[in-house]
Nanobody, 128 residues
Framework: HVQLVESGGGSVQARGSLRLSCAVS???????????MAWFRQAPGKEREGVAA???????TYTDSVKGRFTVSQDSAKNILYLQMNSLKPEDTAMYYC????????????????????WGQGTQVTVS
């Protein structure tokens, strides 16, 4: 049974930084797994958007609006997925969700929510 628990959200001023964490239980992520992990976000009144994804190989992909500002990574020893967010903008305000694939998945854009059956409860990020 896969469980994902996000943390690290909060309120920050524009151009600030936050690091989101997603603690994973029920499976191993990273180098010795075959799963793809991803971050999604959803702003009020908007569709859920794939932000970043990382494969067990370490290969990553990002949506265009966050390239150069966000970095996704995973710590195999701690079984934690991270999203480092720098140079935050008001348009980054959203609920951020961690998600996991069922099996092997190569990161690709657009990052589709239909490829990820396991989800956390979300953590709110507000940029003003």
């Amino acid at each position: 049974h896969v469980q994902l628990v996000e943390s690290g959200g909060g309120s920050v001023q524009a151009r600030g930084s936050l690091r989101l964490s997603c603690a994973v239980s029920g499976r191993t992520i990273g180098t010795y797994s075959r799963y793809c992990m991803a971050w999604f976000r959803q702003a009020p009144g908007k569709e859920r958007e794939g932000v970043a994804a990382v494969a067990s190989s370490g290969s990553t992909t990002y949506t265009d609006s966050v390239k150069g500002r966000f970095t996704v990574s995973q710590d195999s020893a701690k079984n934690i997925l991270y999203l480092q967010m720098n140079s935050l903008k008001p348009e980054d305000t959203a609920m951020y969700y961690c998600a996991a694939s069922r099996g092997y998945l190569a990161p690709q854009t657009p990052i589709s929510s239909t490829d990820f059956p396991f989800w956390g409860q979300g953590t709110q990020v507000t940029v003003s």
